[in-house]
């Protein structure tokens, strides 16, 4: 029995060793990453306090040359303020001296149906040349109707005259003639046509008595179109089309119909592209509708279709 509890104390005594060892080791090995974890710390705060990589170099390099730009850009901008004030002064100045009256400007529609007269409207910047563009469009409407008398009189062969599609309003018109901006280039080019809202399968009718001259389809450019050819010279195009409903050499009658509004080839949205050719020479088509509007309706078009800078192919 002594032999035996001899033998439990000793393995007693070697289990406490151990785990006084395997204690002693754990707290020491504690120590140590602890300590480690620490300089690792404080190794990193003297790094990013007392050296910058090549990012934090350009980055603070890049904000001292922004705040000295920024400081330039803020002469430079009082400088054209200045500039600018001056320039009103003088406007005014320019204006006064001619009208002898004070600069107002005219900001609405009941001003100037107010104003008996032109020397009653104040004008100034933006107004002025808004005014000189009205002016310049009543002088070219004025100058159509004198022609198209003039034609009538002579007995002289009259162009198209109708709107290419039923029941036309002048809200329809989108941009006509002329450098427009194109949804598809991004940039301006020359719109050889008159735009016409409408939706998709609505009726385009022959605006003259005609041949048909052309039809072609295709999903490029014009899309589906069809050209007639008329007395005196005049070619008519209609084009995006979606569907077409003559033949190449058939007769067609004013009023017609040729095809229907879509969206074939180049098309922003769904329109009728309508374009009028005088021995290859390009012809605004907003002039020439007298027969579909009132006189009122006829001069809106005109301000519609040039003021819109927008062209739908």
């Known amino acids: 029995m002594s032999r035996t509890r001899y033998i439990f104390d000793a393995a007693q005594g070697v289990f406490r060793k151990s785990v006084t060892s395997i204690s002693n080791f754990i707290f020491t090995a504690l120590k140590y990453i602890l300590a480690a974890s620490a300089l690792a710390v404080l190794w990193y705060i003297a790094f990013a306090l007392l050296l ?77 040349r808004k005014l000189e563009s009205a002016l310049e469009g009543a002088a070219r409407v004025d100058a159509a109707f004198r022609r198209f008398f003039e034609a009538v009189d002579s007995g002289a062969v009259l162009p198209p005259l109708s709107a290419p599609v039923e029941d036309f309003s002048v809200k329809r018109a989108g941009a006509s003639v002329g450098m427009r901006y194109s949804p598809f280039l991004g940039t301006e080019a020359m719109h050889g046509g008159l735009d016409i809202i409408g939706t998709s399968g609505a009726a385009v009718v022959a605006a003259a008595d005609g041949t048909v001259l052309e039809v072609s389809r295709s999903l490029k450019g014009k899309g589906n179109a069809v050209i007639l050819g008329h007395e005196g010279g005049y070619v008519t ?24 509004i879509g969206m074939s080839g180049v098309s922003y949205a769904p329109h009728l592209h309508y374009e009028i050719l005088r021995d290859s020479l390009v012809l605004d088509p907003a002039l020439y509708m007298p027969a579909s509007l009132s006189p009122e309706e006829y001069v809106e078009l005109q301000t519609l279709a040039r003021g819109s800078g927008q062209s739908l192919d």
Do not use: P
Not at 246 to 258: A, C, D, F, N, Y
């Open 52 to 128: 910058s990589t090549d990012l934090e170099r350009r980055l603070k390099a890049e904000n001292r040359i922004y705040a000295e730009q920024y400081e330039s850009m803020k002469e430079d901008v009082e400088l054209l303020e200045a500039v600018v004030e001056g320039l009103e002064l003088r406007d005014g100045e320019i204006y006064e001296g001619i009208f002898r009256n004070s600069v107002k400007t005219v900001a609405r529609k009941e001003d100037l149906s107010d104003a008996e007269n032109i020397s009653d409207i104040q004008v100034s910047g933006f107004t002025d």
């Open 237 to 260: 195009r209609y084009a995006h089309l979606g569907s077409i409903s003559v033949r190449t050499g058939s007769r067609v009658r004013r009023g017609e119909q040729i095809g229907t």
